[in-house]
């Protein structure tokens, strides 16, 4: 019994050292997630999207969004077989987890592996087999 009770104060012992100031620990854990995620919008979001979305009434609309390192885009549609103008807008972007948002466009986007997926009115993702149609392609 005296074993069983100094293993237990011991395991006890090593668990208190082990233990450090939770606030301090979660602060660096989010500075450190934060820089991690600078890092990985510079790397991972950064660039140019293509694709031909869909379209009603033409061939599709040859879609390009480029997004910047300062929060700035360009977007440009086409639409292909109907018009010669090409319709740009510019502005911020803004990412919220994987969501990002083009201030003055009326959809989002999801950011994927090298790709943008964009949602529907609502937010949400477009389902089905016409899903695979909303994707733009990290050049």
Known sequence: ???????????????????????????????????????DKAEVVIGEYKGVMPCADCDGIETLISLHADNTYQYSSKYLNKSDDVFMREGKWKLDGNIITLDGVDYKFKLGNRILSQLDLSGNDITGDISRYYVLTKN
């Not at 233990?19 to 934060?34: E, G, I, M, R, T």
């Open 1 to 39: 019994m005296k074993r069983f009770i100094w293993i237990v104060g011991l395991l006890l012992t090593i668990g208190m050292v082990g233990c450090d100031n939770p606030k301090q620990s979660v602060a660096v854990y989010k500075d450190n997630l934060q820089d991690l995620k600078g890092r």
